[in-house]
């Protein structure tokens, strides 16, 4: 059956993590032959270590002062990432296309003031109010900045975003974890292929460093304490993650709209495959496997590099390996690369990471060379033309894409 669908350019950029700010600095630490040297902080939250996000320079990309002072960090990434993908596709400065860019943002529930927090429960828990409730609601509204109550809403982002940069038309956002993100870039790729936007900015942030959060994922007996390591190493153990900061935004546009403005693109999306299961029994590598049926026609038999937002939590992490070098029974020699490893787990930002990497190494015409010496990675050797990426949830969801070269035809379809 035909389909007359747009394809989907990968035309800008914007990343900022541990590893460093742009793709340059991202290739430098991950260009074959290179050794990364992930950035890890054991300190600040220990036992359980962070890949903290490199310094950058907010002014650059948010320059009033008055719009730095009502964002906590976790904006000034998004924002500041946001504004490197909009400057990478030649966008920034030209109100006319900004006004045309979609916006989807995946994200979290926003940061609080930890200070203002650990004043209220300290004064609570030494008894020193006579009426607990009234004290909490007139510190709240006193003493929290009006974006921080009761914590930053996730659209603030891209409110933020929109104020900042610009981007002033359809505004959507995602949350739900690692599965927002995929949920982001999706509905931007279907808008796309079916003719119901041309350009997009796409992506989210995350920050590790942020006590609060470690404490609600420790809650649930999901990390990694004591000494990090690659992901691969928790395989045989009750595993956890190892989160990491990072900011990472997408322009998605058109084929037909990125060649009539002359934008040159990294690489094709072609097509993401995304459920949810219960998670019990082997109802993930079910779902995983119906998601594989709906892309196999268009993964030719031979090497294939594979790109993996692999969490590191049990027994997930075996799961998602046992499915990916499962890919050999269909012919496909998988070169795998667990992403945590060198990044951390990155959340809501996992995927649109994975499909920027995905277009880095397609762009460079060389894949990565495996990031540990675990057996569990093989090598690549060739340019990449096509790059599978598998990014299960820590809890739930499930989901595939591809990303192309963007001068090779399309497979699978008539």
Known sequence: MSTEHSEVWVTGIGLVSSLGEGLDAHWEQLAPGKTPSPSVDTESQAPFPVHPVVDFDISTQIPKRSDQRQMGQWQHLGTYAAGLALDDAGISHNPDLLAQTNMIVAAGGGERDLDVDSQIMETLAAGDVDDPGTYLNNTLMTELRPTLFLAQLSNLMAGNISIVHGVTDSSRTFMGEEMAGVSAVETAVSQIQHGQGELFLVGGAYIAERADMTMLWEFG???????????????????????????????????????????????????????????????????????????????????????????????QLNEELEFLKNLSEKGVEPAIRGVTTVLGNTLETQFPVNVILASLAISRGAFFDPFDDSGVEQEFTGEPEQVLISNWGHWRGESLALVDKPDTPLRGQD
């Open 221 to 315: 007996h999901t990390l990694w304490p004591g000494k990090p390591g690659p992901v691969w190493e928790r395989k045989d153990s009750d595993g956890g993650m190892v989160m990491g900061s990072a900011g990472a935004f997408l322009i998605l546009e058109s084929k037909e709209h990125a060649e009539a403005r002359g934008a040159r693109p990294y690489a094709r999306i072609d097509s993401i495959a995304a459920g949810r299961s219960s998670r019990k029994g082997d109802a993930a590598k079910d779902m995983a496997a119906g998601l594989l049926e709906t892309i196999a026609d268009r993964i030719p038999a031979g090497p294939l590099p594979v790109l993996t937002g692999c969490c590191g939590v049990q027994p």
